[in-house]
């Protein structure tokens, strides 16, 4: 089993930053591709960034609405992923998950939700003045 348990959400006003961790227990942290979700009241979940697996490079794919504001980033000896958030907008208040896909995805799979076995239970990201 995996236990994944997100903190660093709070309220932040437009412009502003924050920085989601999630920190994992329970496997190998390093085996595994990581990413980031988020759901905004009344929306679906929908991808924001994910990064592949330490024998991947780590490599990290994003939504094209936080290129350039959010970074993804991994510290596998601490068994953690990271979501830096800067230039914050209002449109990005949303609860953010993290998930861990068990298996290496192809490129076009780390969109889907439903390609990740492990989800955290969510922090709250509120921007807004």
């Known amino acids: 089993q995996v236990q994944l348990v997100e903190s660093g959400g709070g309220l932040v006003q437009p412009g502003g930053s924050l920085r989601l961790s999630c920190a994992a227990s329970g496997r190998t942290f390093s085996r595994y591709d990581m990413a980031w979700f988020r759901q905004a009241p009344g929306k679906e979940r929908e991808f924001v960034a994910a990064i592949s697996w330490g024998g991947g490079g780590g490599s990290t794919t994003y939504v094209d609405f936080v290129k350039g504001r959010f970074t993804i980033s991994r510290d596998n000896a601490r068994n953690t992923v990271f979501l830096q958030m800067n230039s914050l907008k209002p449109e990005d208040t949303a609860v953010y998950y993290c998930?861990?896909?068990?298996?290496?995805?192809?490129?076009?799979?780390?969109?889907?939700?439903?390609?990740?076995?492990?989800w955290g239970q969510g922090t709250q990201v509120t921007v807004s003045s």
């Open positions: 998930a861990l896909s068990i298996w290496h995805l192809e490129i076009s799979s780390f969109l889907n939700a439903s390609s990740y076995d492990y």
